[in-house]
C-alpha cells in the first residue's frame, strides 16, 4: 500500500518568512496530492490540491509543487502570518476508491 | 448548505463496552470515508463507501470494528468490546465520488475515550 512520509515535524518560522513543507510518497499509481490545514480543536480543511498532470499550482501565498520521478511534493506558504499556525498534513491517492493516505503532520508556528 | 455532521461530539465509554459513532455526509456525496486519528497523530484510514458497499475494509484494526452505511446516505462505524487503544478522534468524510480524485469534506470528529 502507500506510504506518504512527511517533514519537518514542527516548523518555527518568523512572521512574514516562508515555510516549506516535504512529503514523498511510494505508490507510483498515486495521481491526487491534497493538503490539508487542521487548527487546534477542528477539522482538517483543504487548502490546495494537485493533480499529477501539473508539476506545480499556486493560489496566493501558497503553491503547491509536484515530482513524480521522485515521488515528492512540497507545500510553500510565504510571507506567513499568525494566523497560518496550524497543523498542515499532505495525503496521496489513486483515482480508484480515492482513500487518502496521510504524512504525520507538520506543527507550523508562525512568531509575530 | 449543510457539511458533513457527525455524533455525537464527545463519548466517554468503559472498556468493554460497545459504541456507536454517526455521520451524515453532504447531500448528493455518494463516497464516504471514515479516518481515525490518535492524539498528535496524523489521519489513518479505516474504511470507504461507495453508494452503500464498501469495498475495502482492510483498514479497519480488527474485527471488534465494523462499519454500515443505508440508503446511500448515514453511515455507522461500530466498535465492539472497546480497549483503550481505542481512544481516538474518529473523522467521516464525504466526496462527489470515488473513480477520480474528488476533494474529501471532513465532519468535526467523534473524540472517543475508553476508560
Known amino acids: 500500500g502507500e506510504n506518504v512520509e512527511q517533514h519537518p515535524s514542527t516548523l518555527s518560522v518568523q512572521e512574514g518568512d516562508s515555510a516549506v513543507i516535504k512529503c514523498t510518497y511510494s505508490d507510483s499509481a498515486s495521481n491526487y496530492f491534497p493538503w490539508y490545514k487542521q487548527e487546534l480543536g477542528k477539522r482538517p480543511q483543504l487548502i490546495i490540491d494537485?493533480?499529477?498532470?501539473?508539476g506545480e499550482k499556486k493560489d496566493q501565498r501558497i503553491a503547491v509543487t509536484l515530482n513524480k520521478t521522485a515521488k515528492h511534493f512540497s507545500l510553500h506558504i510565504t510571507e506567513t502570518q499568525p494566523e497560518d499556525s496550524a497543523v498542515y498534513f499532505c495525503?496521496?491517492?489513486?483515482?480508484?476508491?480515492?482513500?487518502?493516505?496521510f504524512g504525520g503532520g507538520t506543527r507550523l508556528m508562525v512568531k509575530p | 448548505g449543510a457539511g458533513v455532521s457527525q455524533s455525537p461530539s464527545n463519548k466517554v465509554t468503559e472498556k468493554g463496552k460497545d459504541v456507536e459513532l454517526r455521520c451524515d455526509p453532504i447531500?448528493?456525496?455518494?463516497?464516504l470515508y471514515w479516518y481515525r486519528q490518535s492524539l498528535g497523530q496524523g489521519l489513518e484510514f479505516l474504511i470507504y463507501f461507495q453508494g452503500n458497499s464498501a469495498p475495502d475494509k482492510s483498514g479497519l484494526p480488527s474485527d471488534r470494528f465494523s462499519a454500515e452505511r443505508t440508503g446511500g446516505s448515514v453511515s455507522t462505524l461500530t466498535i465492539q468490546r472497546t480497549q483503550q487503544e481505542d481512544s481516538a478522534v474518529y473523522l467521516c468524510a464525504s466526496s462527489l465520488g470515488w473513480e477520480a480524485p474528488y476533494e474529501q469534506y471532513f465532519g468535526p470528529g467523534t473524540r472517543l475515550t475508553v476508560t
Open positions: 447531500s448528493g456525496h455518494t463516497a
Open positions: 495525503a496521496a491517492s489513486e483515482a480508484a476508491g480515492n482513500m487518502l493516505t
Open positions: 494537485i493533480r499529477s498532470n501539473v
